[in-house]
């Protein structure tokens, strides 16, 4: 794990938010056999989606690549929560799905966004597998909906 | 996990169907490390799907939610008869695939209608992280496919 | 699992790759509580997808198998690499991503591409359960992407 995840979050400009609350009836992760796997996180900030569309339409590649970073900042506080501190956060599979038009696959790219930031906040802990698809529509007409299974470090 | 999850079911109106056949080359479930990864289900009953088509076309939010329902009673199913009795369940994750027109944006609405089944029968031990995305489409035509991550309790 | 692996894929006329180098800032695998999770393998041949496209457009339901059964041998390489062997795989759940038109629905006879090539290969250790569904377009545009959870046999 990183020695100081919330020094390489400070460093970035970034802290993390609260947990958004789940849009419906579901909770934000949930813990079983070593394993935390977390709810599907959007990119919303304060509440709020930033943007919402389609990568290959209303989005391009670096504007989805953003989207995908806020959701990641989503699903750290997310796994924060759950395993008692950031610092004991393990990231072993992220999924990252992508609202695409049927032409636009560039979605590894987009999902490059989140796995960068998990990366430079938690060091070797953030090291992780990763799927990235592009589907058709997301909750709320999000972009990018980023999700992942954890494991909790021993403190 | 609830106290009796069957007469939370019977008071739904509701029993447990036979587990439904795979579609193709695979099982219903899977179990190891102790836990359970279940098959993705569709919506059938008694072997048929009841709707075929896609939110924002053909179905509506309200019924796409019905479909998510009879799909997670299907995975209610395959989850009793992998654990060895449903109050041995408990849910930890669940992914809604919502085949979606490009413009719905309401697969966590829709998605509603297998979280809420999950824990008005399960109670506690139904409370799960969940992920909701909108897909093109999917096998036989139907408008969702639900699937698990679960916790054998032991009895 | 299977007395011999490598025997039944030198029945079938095949080799393991090389695992194939991730397309973007992950690793093709990471293992957590005895599980091990890969990354999404796409039907790259050296380096190179053979076809690229969806199905029900450019590809038939017959070449969707065929790219799923290379993915799925990437998947295998995959496996092999992390479990220190073939012969320590067992696959648990395997998701098939099938990148489709609004009107394509078998995604679940695509996905049996891989499902057969897994169960050839392993045998006990290969049977798995598993979703299939329709994204609307994926990474460099292959026209499919299959991932897995693993169970790692001690040896």
């Known amino acids: 794990m990183s020695a100081d995840p919330h020094a390489q979050l400070a460093a970035l400009g970034l802290s993390l938010p609260e947990v958004p609350a ?3 009836a579901y909770q934000p992760s949930a813990a079983a056999a070593g394993l935390v796997a977390t709810a599907g996180q959007l990119p919303v900030v304060e509440g709020a989606l930033q943007r919402t569309g389609r990568l290959g ?9 953003e989207q995908a970073r806020l959701a990641a900042l989503n699903l750290l506080a997310v796994a924060a929560a759950a395993a008692g501190g950031l610092e004991r956060v ?12 049927d032409t636009f696959h560039e ?6 966004g989140a796995s960068e930031l998990i990366g430079m906040v938690l060091g070797p802990a953030g090291v992780h597998a990763r799927s990235a698809v592009g589907v058709s529509s997301l909750p709320l007409g999000a972009p990018v909906e ?3 299974i954890l494991e909790v470090v021993p403190g």
């Open 90 to 101: 393990r990231v072993v599979k992220v999924t990252v799905f992508v609202a695409s038009t």
């Open 146 to 148: 980023v999700e992942a």
């Open 22 to 24: 789940p849009a419906a």
């Open 107 to 112: 979605q590894h790219l987009v999902a490059n």
């Open 57 to 65: 339409a209303e989005l391009d590649t670096a504007e989805g690549a």
